[in-house]
């Protein structure tokens, strides 16, 4: 069992900044996949970044050159870094963690951008 816990989303201005953290504690070994995925009102939940244990990284392209996806291996941590926030980055971040046979989420953290 792996346990999630995420922070960081707030009320933001257009073109501002928010960094989403999650922290995983439990069967943290197993992990070989950390990722960030939003769900906006009305809208299916979709993948915003994702990294694998060896550090490659993956970035939907509506975020790419804005949002950095990076960890933390000591605090057993993901962090999403998100610059020059679009008020269409309104959405509840989940993250989610992957072991071979079982994928777990947080519970999200809601972001919305606005003036």
């Known amino acids: 069992q792996v346990q999630l816990v995420e922070s960081g989303g707030g009320l933001v201005q257009p073109g501002g900044s928010l960094r989403l953290s999650c922290a995983a504690s439990?069967?943290?070994?197993?992990?070989?996949?950390m990722g960030w995925y939003r769900q906006a009102p009305g809208n299916q939940r979709e993948m915003v970044a994702t990294?694998?244990?060896?550090?490659?990284?993956t970035y939907t392209d509506s975020v790419k050159g804005r949002f950095t996806i990076s960890t933390d291996n000591a605090k057993n941590t993901v962090y999403l870094q998100m610059n020059s926030l679009k008020p269409e980055d309104t959405a509840v971040y989940y993250c989610?963690?992957?072991?071979?046979?079982?994928?777990?989420w947080g519970k999200g953290t809601p972001v919305t951008v606005s003036s």
């Open positions: 989610k963690v992957r072991t071979p046979g079982m994928d777990y």
């Open positions: 439990g069967s943290i070994a197993s992990i070989y996949a």
């Open positions: 990294i694998l244990t060896g550090g490659s990284t």
